[in-house]
């Protein structure tokens, strides 16, 4: 191993070090402030919530009511029927991309930004 293999690998580390400090300030450049709640039930999207708005509401699961609360941007999964509740308690959910899992009910939450309704921009024409 010579100088510059040391070189390389020192300099290698470093940029390894810096990425993982400001990932979080990296990914968060990338995406926006306004999130949505997706709720999924057997792969079909069934509702979606703006998460800056507080709500709750209540979506049909296979083992019976699930209660999605969204509260302060983040979203979790307050009340549902399965066995040992694996569902409520994962918490308070907050970071886009982030799903919250009810398998005994077929549903799940995920976190993604908000879709950009305005087709200004739209490149074809329909007749």
């Not at 191993?1 to 390389?8: A, E, L």
Request: charge should be negative.
């Amino acid at each position: 191993m010579n100088r510059s293999d040391k070189r390389f690998i020192f300099i290698s580390i470093v940029i390894t070090v810096l990425f993982y400090i400001f990932s979080e300030t990296l990914f968060s450049m990338f995406t926006s402030d306004h999130k949505e709640a997706v709720v999924y039930y057997q792969d079909r999207e069934i509702a979606r919530y703006d998460m800056s708005i507080n709500q709750e509401h209540t979506v049909q699961g296979t083992l019976g009511d699930v209660v999605i609360e969204v509260k302060d941007n983040q979203v979790r999964i307050k009340t549902e029927t399965s066995p040992l509740h694996v569902c409520s308690i994962q918490g308070w959910q907050e970071k886009t991309n982030v799903t919250l899992i009810c398998l005994p009910n077929n549903l799940y939450v995920r976190i993604e930004n908000a879709r950009d309704i305005d087709n200004s921009d739209a490149d074809t024409t329909i007749q």
